[in-house]
C-alpha cells in the first residue's frame, strides 16, 4: 500500500528565471514531482495577487515553499508583495493554520561570508528571521531553512546540482511525513 503523499505548493519568486543559474536548475529538479506544483510570481503578476485563487491554492496544500534567491538580505519584490496582500490575510486562518512553510533560498557568496564576522556579518538563520516569524505569527509549522550557499562560486555547477538533489528529497520527504497539525489554538 502506497502512503498518500501531501501536497506541496512552491511559491517561485525569481525577478529573471531564464537568465538564473541556480534557481532555474531547483524548480527543474522538482517541478515535475506529482505532488508539487510550482506557482511563478513573476510570470503572472496580476493573477497571482488573487486572493480567492490563493485561498482555494493553499487550502489543497500540506506544505507551502518559498523559494527565491537572497537579494539585499531578503527575498525579491514579488515575494514581499504576496505575502502582504494574500499570505497576511490567510495567516491563522485554516488554509495555512498547522501547515509546513519551508524556506528554499540561493546566496551568490559562500557560507563563510554569512556569519557575525563574515562578510554580511549575520548568519543566514538572523536574515531569514522575518519569514521564521511570519509562519510562527500565522500558525504554520517552520521548517529549516534549505539553503545553497556560494552559487557564483567557482564550483557553481556541483553546488547547485547537490541542492537540487537536496530540494528534491526535502520535498518528498515533508510530503511523505505531513501531516497538517494545529500548531496554535487561536
Not at 61 to 88: G, H, N, R, T
Not at 126 to 151: C, D, K
Not at 158 to 185: C, H, M, P
Request: negative net charge.
Amino acid at each position: 500500500m502506497t502512503k498518500e503523499r501531501g501536497r506541496v505548493t512552491v511559491i517561485l519568486a525569481h525577478p529573471n528565471l531564464p537568465e538564473s543559474k541556480a534557481n532555474k536548475e531547483l524548480m527543474e529538479s522538482v517541478k515535475n514531482l506529482e505532488f508539487v506544483t510550482v506557482y511563478n510570481l513573476y510570470e503572472e503578476q496580476i493573477q497571482m495577487m488573487d486572493l480567492e485563487t490563493w485561498t482555494d491554492i493553499l487550502f489543497d496544500s500540506e506544505v507551502l515553499v518559498f523559494q527565491f534567491p537572497i537579494y539585499w538580505m531578503s527575498a525579491p519584490y514579488m515575494l514581499k508583495k504576496w505575502m502582504d496582500e494574500i499570505f497576511y490575510s490567510l495567516s491563522r486562518t485554516p488554509v495555512v493554520l498547522g501547515k509546513c512553510l519551508q524556506i528554499v533560498v540561493t546566496t551568490g557568496s559562500d557560507c563563510n561570508a554569512y556569519r557575525s564576522g563574515g562578510k554580511y556579518k549575520f548568519t543566514i538563520d538572523e536574515i531569514l528571521r522575518p519569514y521564521q516569524a511570519s509562519a510562527l505569527h500565522a500558525g504554520m509549522n517552520w521548517e529549516t531553512p534549505v539553503v545553497i550557499f556560494g552559487t557564483e562560486a567557482e564550483e557553481t555547477g556541483r553546488i547547485i546540482s547537490e541542492g537540487s538533489i537536496q530540494y528534491k528529497k526535502k520535498l518528498e520527504e515533508l510530503a511523505l511525513n505531513n501531516k497538517t497539525v494545529k500548531a496554535f489554538d487561536w
